[in-house]
């Protein structure tokens, strides 16, 4: 497995139910020369076991989902890679959803309309110069 340094795209999992959703969300991240979608799922479950499995260096997580939603999800994650950040990508942002998003060691939350330049600046912030290793995600 090659490890992230300069010059090699970060690796991110999109995990949201809308298959629509994902194809636009990955056009869009993969346009940024930093950034590569190396997977995506359709519901918590499955995002876990991508996740497992690739090893992304961030995911993007949907909060409504079928099976498991993105907080149960972040909970699980957080505890098999807790070095990973991981932003919730949602229509429900709010004070409610930030509290239980930090809860479960969210590192950001974007509401979905503000549109994808918020989320494209808190995964550059998230991956970016600051990020180094465990702990050091969190402001």
Do not use: W
């Not at 699980?76 to 890679?81: A, D, F, P, W």
């Not at 503000?114 to 050091?136: C, F, K, M, P």
């Amino acid at each position: 497995m090659r490890h992230t340094h300069a010059g090699i795209p970060k690796r991110i999992l999109i995990v949201d139910d809308s298959a629509a959703f994902r194809k636009c969300l990955q056009s869009l991240l993969e346009s940024q020369r930093d950034l590569q979608v190396c997977g995506e799922a359709e519901n918590g479950y499955e995002g876990i076991e991508k996740a497992k499995e690739l090893r992304p260096d961030l995911i993007v997580l949907d909060f409504s989902m079928p099976r498991m939603n993105g907080i149960q999800a972040a909970t699980h994650l957080k505890q098999l890679m807790p070095e990973v950040p991981l932003v919730m990508f949602t229509s429900f942002a709010g004070p409610q959803m930030e509290r239980d998003a930090t809860a479960a060691g969210i590192s950001s939350v974007q509401a979905k309309d503000e549109g994808a330049d918020a989320l494209v600046t808190s995964i550059r912030t998230l991956l970016g110069n600051g990020y180094r290793s465990a702990g050091s995600n969190m402001a």
